[in-house]
């Protein structure tokens, strides 16, 4: 990266690029102001270079960061609006990138302009405080309460295997066990309990996958009565369910209850998130149909749709929404659409389990967007928000993050 800043930093002028920066940060003076705007109105070149920048700056900020992308392809292409906007547009050699990376690439500008101003004398860049960093990246973990009252421990790498449950450490999978079924009078119940840092894959005895996010906990039977509706309850949480249809267990429902809201599946796929510290359940479906009821209303959602049941006064309103950025978490996502800040740190805080303390309360509602992988540590991730300037600055302190 390095080689290439150099190389294409000798076709701009470093003295309006640190000008740039400064007006964007909030941190130019009144004299670096009139040499800008001076700069500025020497000529219509000059105007549109500063216009293009100010557009990257803009889609940084509202859009935010990408970690799937090209970046020296990503450099080059800034470059060249940079210089000449117009030019880019019409020269074929330069492979032009959609609006979705230009904002990260215009992430990479400043982070790779900071990087180079540092080296010339003028540094930018202020030091996160790092005082005992003990934040570790969530895991697939959970715990695994049996209807005697036992509980199991399930943690990556290791094998359980007891009557009908198997589990490789990712996953638990039960496997419906005839010959009890037939004896017993009582549905046994069991309980999975995923911590915060934590997610989990189970696969009931009916076939129906459940996907558990972090600080989520589901009561199911250890075998579904023959013909007799399928009950399961999410006692709180997130989960994404993939229901094994009914024309497979002799017309029998499936249903999920939680808190004041039942789910009566008609389809098959849907997500719901319905955690301890929010007042609103969010149910959206991906496949198929499902019916949505509280004590006083029901609504049936179609495929794309979000039902939001406030708990207070069981009410439910309708939406559409873009299921693949909702349910992104189970394939290892974040995707925040147009999130606010309070409301990352609130998903992030579950994943990394953490505590998220703001020094400046405005933080909260700065809103952007943006994807980015589970795998990621926390510091990476702060940074990156930090290079968009959404933060000033951050602190770990053991299990702590303080956002300045």
């Known amino acids: 990266m390095c080689n290439i800043e150099d190389h294409q930093m000798n076709k701009i002028n470093t003295n309006i690029l640190k000008l740039f920066i400064a007006y964007t940060s909030q941190e130019i003076n009144e004299e670096e102001f009139k040499t800008l ?34 970046k020296e392809e990503a450099w080059d292409t800034i470059v060249v609006q940079l210089q000449n ?36 004398g ?22 695994l309460s049996l209807s005697d009252g036992s509980n199991i421990t399930l943690e990556k790498g290791q094998i359980y295997e007891a009557n009908n ?10 496997k419906t066990d005839e010959e009890n079924l037939k004896e017993v009078a009582e549905v046994a119940y069991n309980y999975i309990t995923i911590p915060r840092g934590g997610q989990f894959q189970i696969t009931l005895s009916d076939g129906t996958m459940v996907w558990l996010n972090s600080e989520s906990q589901l009561k199911y039977p250890v075998n579904f009565k023959a013909g007799e509706t399928r009950k399961v309850e999410l006692v709180y949480g997130e989960a994404y369910f993939d229901v094994s249809p009914s024309t497979e267990h002799q017309g029998a429902d499936f249903k999920v209850y939680n808190n004041k809201q039942e789910i009566k599946v008609l389809g098959t796929e849907f997500n719901i998130r319905a955690y301890k510290d929010e007042i609103t359940i969010y149910t959206t479906l991906v496949e198929g149909k499902v019916a949505v009821s509280t004590d006083t209303k029901e609504e049936t959602l179609i495929p794309n ?9 069981n009410d439910i309103t309708l939406s559409m929404v873009d299921v693949n950025s909702i349910i992104s978490w189970k394939d290892g996502i974040f995707d925040f659409e147009g999130k606010s800040l309070k409301e990352i740190m609130k998903v992030l805080s579950r994943w990394y389990d953490m505590e998220v303390e703001f020094e400046n309360e405005t933080l909260k509602g700065e809103r952007f967007s943006g994807r980015i992988g589970k795998h990621y540590n926390i510091e990476e991730i702060l ?8 933060i000033k600055n951050y602190e770990i302190n053991n299990k702590k993050v303080i956002l300045k």
């Open 165 to 174: 449950i198997f589990s490789s450490g990712d996953y638990i999978v039960y």
């Open 37 to 70: 705007q001076n700069w500025i109105n020497k000529s219509v070149e000059n105007e549109k270079q500063f216009s293009e920048y100010l557009i990257f700056h803009k889609k940084a900020r509202s859009i935010g960061f990408y970690d799937t992308i090209d």
């Open 305 to 313: 749709q979000q039902s939001k049941v406030n708990t207070i006064d």
């Open 85 to 120: 906007p117009l030019l880019a547009e019409k020269k074929e050699p330069v492979k032009r990138l959609n609006w979705k990376y230009m904002a990260a690439a215009s992430v990479l500008l400043i982070l790779a302009l900071t990087l180079f101003l540092d080296k010339k």
């Open 122 to 143: 003028t540094p930018k860049f202020v030091e996160p405080i790092i005082v005992n960093n003990n934040i570790k990246t969530g895991t697939n973990k959970a715990i």
């Open 383 to 390: 940074t990156t928000i930090k290079n968009i300037n959404i």
